[in-house]
């Protein structure tokens, strides 16, 4: 969907330094106005009235085969890790990108994935998506426990249901462990901020257009505090909206400081950069 000249050439027009990478995941998803209104309606339903409904509609967004589905249309999911791709954009460009390692639980070992990239130079936290996946969190617990050990951060994408939803079992299993919750912790969004306030390793980030919007982006600052709120993307995805999400936290009326915490600090004292 983009080349990483294009890639670049965005980051520096932005004026983002460097940016984390994370391997393809899904085959390209069209982006357009009614896909946007589809993302919308989710949105409204996860935050309104009706929550469980929307959680169950989200699930069945991915089928039994092991596809997504929107609007119609079905897109394959990478089940094995694509690992290699990142690791040579890294290699071409050393000080533009980082690299979250992708592991799937459900499509080989995590810890030896991890054991061939994390002593790698860039690679800086393990990137999980039980969503797409179809498997509950806790099979995680090893890749969990090699990454708290390791001094790596651990970020998901949540699923809608009790297992693949379950944003309480690595935190408790694991309480050195930073866990970043993708999204703004979606699809549970107010209720998982209110348990993370508690807990001083759990931060969400404020990646995806389809999934966060500027309403979402600040009712999670101000119900966790700028210092647990990383800022991000979720591009190739929403080229414009990223723009405005960027632009919506330059205005907002934080300090400095929380500003660069959200754009950058959080994350680089959570990777010891």
């Known amino acids: 969907m983009e080349t990483v000249e294009e890639l670049l050439d965005r980051m520096s027009g932005q004026g983002i330094e460097r940016t984390a990478l994370i391997p393809r995941m899904v085959e390209p998803i069209p982006v357009g106005r009614v896909a946007e ?15 469980g409904l929307a959680r169950r ?30 690791a040579r954009v890294m290699e071409a460009h050393p000080d533009r990108f980082f ?32 969503f797409w996946h179809r498997y509950p969190t806790a099979l995680l617990d090893d ?28 935190p408790e299993r694991h309480p050195k462990l930073r866990i970043v919750y993708a999204h703004a912790g979606m699809p549970f969004y ?9 807990k001083d390793h759990v931060f969400v980030d404020l990646s995806g257009a389809a999934f966060v919007d ?10 966790l505090g700028p210092e647990k709120c ?4 979720d591009g190739p995805y ?30 680089l004292e959570m990777i010891n950069a």
């Open 230 to 233: 990383i800022y991000g993307t």
């Open 214 to 223: 500027d309403r979402l982006r600040r009712g999670a600052i101000e119900a």
């Open 99 to 130: 690299g979250w390692v992708f592991v799937n639980p459900n499509a080989g070992d995590p810890l030896a994935e991890l054991g061939k990239w994390v002593r790698q130079p860039g690679w800086i936290g393990v990137k999980t998506h039980p």
């Open 190 to 198: 107010r209720e998982l901020w209110d348990y993370a306030k508690g």
């Open 57 to 86: 509609f989200y699930n069945r967004t991915v089928t039994a085969d092991g596809k997504f589905s929107l609007l119609g249309k079905t897109y394959g999911i990478c089940a094995a890790p694509r690992n290699a791709s990142v």
């Open 238 to 267: 929403g080229h414009v909206n990223d723009s405005w999400a960027l632009e919506h936290i330059l205005q907002m009326s934080l300090s400095d400081a929380d500003k660069e915490r959200i754009l950058s600090g959080n994350f």
């Open 37 to 51: 209104g589809a993302s919308a309606l989710l949105r409204s339903g996860l935050t309104g009235r009706w929550p």
């Open 143 to 170: 890749a969990a426990a090699y990454a708290s050990e390791a001094g790596l951060p651990l970020l998901l994408h949540l699923g809608g249901d009790r297992e693949r939803g379950d944003y309480r079992y690595l």
